[in-house]
């Protein structure tokens, strides 16, 4: 199980990474249990993404053709949490067979524990914009708007965590943030076929 002090610290080594201060990777336990636990951050990530899950869901229905009525939602719930875990578990299994022909064998584990803690933060954006739509304080093109604006502010900082924890160069950390947004989208888009939606 995950300490609170062990999240406090990762939460401040993730802020300072946001800032651009490499000093905050020693916020993370990069060691192979380091490695390990840094997965179990899915767990904290639930409740943030049964926030923006709702609003996506309320999103649909006023947006689409879906009556509530009819929505299908234990299709949706079973399609959002396949996406979440496959999309938890894509890149990391892929740059562990790239890592070494990548020649980035040596910062695959600093990398992957500061990904998965730095989702966090990542995640919150969307929350704040997903709570004020669920709310009913903006518009949904308004949600729609600030999600994009998310967007951009969490590839940013996926660059800034992929840079200073790879400690590589551009081309190789525009290489894997593109790879890392490619496999989101793909994931999405085929559990979502997958399960009709």
């Known amino acids: 199980m995950l300490s609170s002090q062990e999240i406090a610290r990762a939460l401040q080594g993730s802020w300072y990474l946001f800032r651009n201060r490499p000093e905050g990777m020693r916020a993370f336990d990069v060691s192979i249990n380091g490695f390990w636990r840094s997965f179990a951050v899915v767990l904290l990530l639930v409740p943030l993404f049964v926030i923006s899950s709702l609003a996506e869901k309320k999103l649909l229905l006023d947006e689409t053709d879906f009556i509530s009525e009819t929505f299908p939602v234990g299709t949706y719930w079973l399609a959002q949490f396949t996406s979440l875990g496959l999309d938890w578990l ?93 496999l989101s989208l793909l994931i999405g888009e085929l559990v979502g076929r997958m399960w009709g939606l």
Not at 137 to 162: D, E, H, K, N, Q
């Open 90 to 182: 894509a890149l990391p299994l892929l740059l562990a067979v790239l890592a070494r022909p990548l020649g980035i064998a040596q910062g695959y584990v600093p990398f992957i524990v500061a990904r998965n803690w730095t989702s966090l933060l990542a995640a919150v954006p969307y929350v704040c914009v997903s709570l004020l739509y669920l709310m009913g304080v903006i518009a949904p093109g308004i949600m729609v708007l600030l999600s994009l604006m998310s967007l951009i502010v969490v590839i940013w900082f996926r660059f800034l965590v992929t840079r200073i924890s790879l400690q590589a160069n551009l081309s190789m950390t525009i290489g894997i943030v593109i790879l890392d947004i490619v």
